[in-house]
Nanobody, 124 residues
């Protein structure tokens, strides 16, 4: 089992920045990928960004590309998300996710482990 704990959320005005952090513990050597999803009230959970360390691949949703970044210096089993130029539509609960080999961090149904989530609120 893997446990994921998020930190760093909060409230910010439009145009501001926040940095989310996710710390994994437990059976972390088995992690194949890590990522971030978000879910706004009344909406489905959606992909934000994900990384596959073994292949050096990182993906970003089109809505956050060029504004959000997964830093390259993440320690193993940790995943930060730097969020710049935040918009009110970025307001959501953000979830850290991880998957074992065979899963995926790009689709909620393929994720094996979830954090509890952390709220991000962007005011206009």
């Amino acid at each position: 089992q893997v446990q994921l704990v998020e930190s760093g959320g909060g409230s910010v005005q439009a145009g501001g920045s926040l940095r989310l952090s996710c710390a994994g513990s437990g059976d972390t050597p088995g992690i194949w990928c890590m990522g971030w999803f978000r879910q706004a009230p009344g909406k489905e959970r959606e992909e934000v960004a994900s990384t596959y360390p073994a292949g050096g691949r990182t993906w970003y949703a089109g809505s956050v590309k060029a504004r959000f970044t997964i830093p390259r210096d993440n320690a193993k089993s940790m995943l930060d998300l730097q969020m710049d130029s935040l918009k009110p539509e970025d307001t959501a609960r953000y979830f850290c996710a991880a998957a074992r080999h065979g899963g995926s961090c790009r689709a909620p149904a393929s994720v094996h482990y979830w954090g509890q989530g952390i709220q991000v609120t962007v005011s206009s």
